[in-house]
């Protein structure tokens, strides 16, 4: 938001990330294994349920099912959406061109008459509203299309009509996973924890082009991009970067780099990256199959190579492999943290997860390090 002149939207924290699957129940299942999510608030939702239904600025139906779900103790939450057959919603449309996949994120909560500024606001920077949905004549939920302004995905923003709209619209059912979790004896769900830096992980095709396009929309005054790569990835980088050591891309050992920027907003931050010297996952995997959106989720931090290699043993016996990795070494500081990306498009939805074991003083050298550069966007010519 502009502090100055009070237009624009105000992300307040991340409500949720709404993830498009093939079967609800099913990847439910999979969030109860993997993070211990076993309790769901289940809405089907159609013409009985819903109204005011538009897509791109097209009235029609809408037909879904959403299961809610929040990870006890941090209050992480996740909105697992199946699209029915037949509708024209963004949901069906992500669906059927990009497959399983994060297909928004809800940061935002207003009034009728602001959302209706907002509206507009939004449209004066070339941004219409994708889809619209009315449940129960208590809430409605608003999704902007900023898949070209921010990246592959929707902005969510929730428009309540009544004060007690939570208790209105009320869930068809409610499921219980607990007795379905699949996990071996002994061994713990992946932790989850808002730790510091926690984001999610978005690949564009032009990171500068890009962070403009966030700072107008999120009022951010500047942003820092840093070359994050091997040393030896050609072309080399001449200016300052976090090196990795100890690369490693499909279990094999690579050079490769990135552009990235990781911009903290509310509660969490959005790391958006481009890819410059491959290859890479965010390239092969994603950027080449899909184009532009939400690559990762970062929640998880350990504090060692024990605790990675039990979690390591059990994800292997279900088919979650390490796809990329390497050690993040910040000027002198060699070997303090590592990362992991585990391949969890499957189970979880269409995005892979981020583990860092972060060792004593990681964090220390992590944040000294030296940005390639910087861009004040409060400098732009009039």
Known sequence: MNKATGEGLSVERLYHTGVVVRNA???ARNYADLFGVTQWKVFHCGPKR????????????HSFTCAYGVHAGTGIAFQLIEPHGGDASTFNEFLATRGEGIHHICTTSVSPDTFIRLKDWFASKGVKVGQSDTIDGAIQWHLFDTRESLGGFYLMVLVPLVDDWASVAEPD????????VRRPEGVHPIPLARVDGMHLGVVVKDVVASMRRYADLLGLPEV???EVGTPNAAPRACAPMVTLGRATYQGAPVEHRILTSLTP???????????????????????DRVGEGIHHFYAT??????????LDRWLKDIGVRVVQSGEMNCGAAQGLGEYFYLDTAAHLGG???????????FWESFAVAEPTFTVHYAAAAE
Not at 173 to 180: F, I, Q, T
Not at 351 to 361: D, P, S, W, Y
């Open 50 to 61: 819903l109204g005011e239904t538009l897509s791109h600025g097209l009235r029609v139906n």
């Open 224 to 226: 820092s991009f840093f």
């Open 25 to 27: 129940r099913d990847t």
């Open 173 to 180: 059912e409610a499921w219980d996973l607990s007795d379905e």
């Open 351 to 361: 995005f892979v997860l981020e583990v860092i074991i972060a060792r004593q003083g």
């Open 265 to 287: 907003v509310a509660d969490f931050a959005l790391e958006v990256l481009q890819v410059t010297v491959p290859p890479i996952h965010y390239k092969e995997d994603f950027f």
């Open 301 to 310: 931090e350990l504090s060692g190579d024990a605790e990675f290699e039990i």
